[in-house]
Structures are given as C-alpha cells and as structure tokens.
C-alpha cells in the first residue's frame, strides 16, 4: 500500500521506552514502534498499530551495548530486509548512517545530519535550567537521506517544534522510489536512527 508524504512520527519525551507513533499525511498509523525496555542488545519491535495486535517488523543489534552495532531489520518470517550502521568514530561530529542491502558489506544509502551545529547548540542550552524546553522547540536538525552511488537525495527527516514530545516529518524527495522492500528498508533505517540519536542525546 502506497504511504502519503510526508510522513508524521511522534514519540512523548518523558516515556521510558521510546515508542514512536508513524501516520501518513492522511492520518492513517503505518507503524507503532516500540523499544525493549533494559535489554542488552538493542531490541526494536514494529507493529501495525498501538494495539500490538500485528508485530510487522523487528530490528535487533548484532552485539551487546557497542557504538559500532549494526542493526538489523528482519521481517516475521525471518527474512532479512537490510540493516543499518552508525559510521563510527568519524561522525560524532555530524551524524552519519549508512543502510545497507540484506546480505551486502558495503552500503547504498546513508543519512546525514544536515548542519552538525543545531545539536551543539542543543546539546549546549540542555545544560541550562529550564532552557532544554526551548531548545526542543527552536533547535530543529534535519537529515537527508542520500543514494550513495548516484548522490541522489531520497527522503529528508526533519524535526518539528514541540514542548513535550518529539515530533519528525519524513519527506520524499524522489518520487521513484515506489511502495516496496526498498521503500520499508529505507523507512526502517530511519526509524532505528531517530531512537539512536535520542538515546546519544
């Protein structure tokens, strides 16, 4: 079924386990996603919905607790549908993922913090009293999710205003991209790198 952009996500800041409401423009919930609370390996359940009556998707970490764990996104068959890495070390500064196709070593697409600054300074006024509710409010990055061989920008990811919860649109950028596995691969890798970069802060 074919999903209307832009894409809304929404997760409540003061939840312990994120759990993150995904409609399309339409209002229609594509996906309720939810977090194993205190596991060791990082433990992402997807649904249809927020009755968890239809578990869609799972994406699980390939070790414990590690900076440089590659995550991978299955379906309920057990069928591998690609996987998602933080590039390490060398975007701490600006956030860097890279997805790659089931089964492949090198990746196809990645995703990237458009403007590294808009987390320094988020990161800076955090530490301020009371300050940390208007920096979720004005201090908004947005990621680009890009097609490595070509250059060709795919899908954005912006973060919304919001006081008491965090609010993402996804975009399309291009409109080839049809309704498929690499539609739901790309849209699952973004899923596992919003709750990553909530957890890094």
């Not at 423009?25 to 609370?37: C, E, H, L, N, P």
């Not at 301020?128 to 979720?136: D, E, K, M």
């Not at 490595?148 to 291009?174: N, W």
Request: hydrophobic share 40%; aromatic share 12%.
């Amino acid at each position: 079924m074919a999903y209307q952009y832009p894409l809304q996500l929404n997760f409540k800041l003061i939840a312990l386990a994120p759990r993150i409401f995904v409609r399309d423009a339409t209002g229609r919930s594509i996906f309720y996603v939810q977090q194993k609370v205190m596991a060791l390996k990082e433990h992402v359940r997807v649904f249809s919905n927020e009755q968890m009556q239809e578990q869609l998707y799972e994406l699980k970490a390939d070790r414990i607790l590690d900076f440089s764990a590659r995550y991978y996104f299955r379906d309920m068959s057990g069928r591998e549908l690609g996987s998602i890495k933080h590039r390490g070390m060398r975007s701490i500064w600006n956030a860097t993922y890279e997805i790659f196709n089931p089964g492949a070593d090198e990746p196809t697409y990645k995703l990237s913090e458009d403007n590294p600054w808009v987390k320094v300074l988020d990161a800076l006024l955090g530490m301020v009293p009371f300050a940390n509710l208007v920096s979720g409010y004005v201090l908004n990055p947005s990621y680009t999710l890009t097609h490595i061989p070509s250059g060709t920008p795919v899908l954005s990811l912006k973060k919304q205003p919001a006081f008491f919860e965090s609010a993402f649109h996804i975009g399309k950028l291009d409109e080839r991209l049809q309704p498929g596995e690499l539609e739901e691969r790309l849209l699952l890798g973004i899923l596992m790198a919003v709750q990553l970069e909530r957890s890094r802060g």
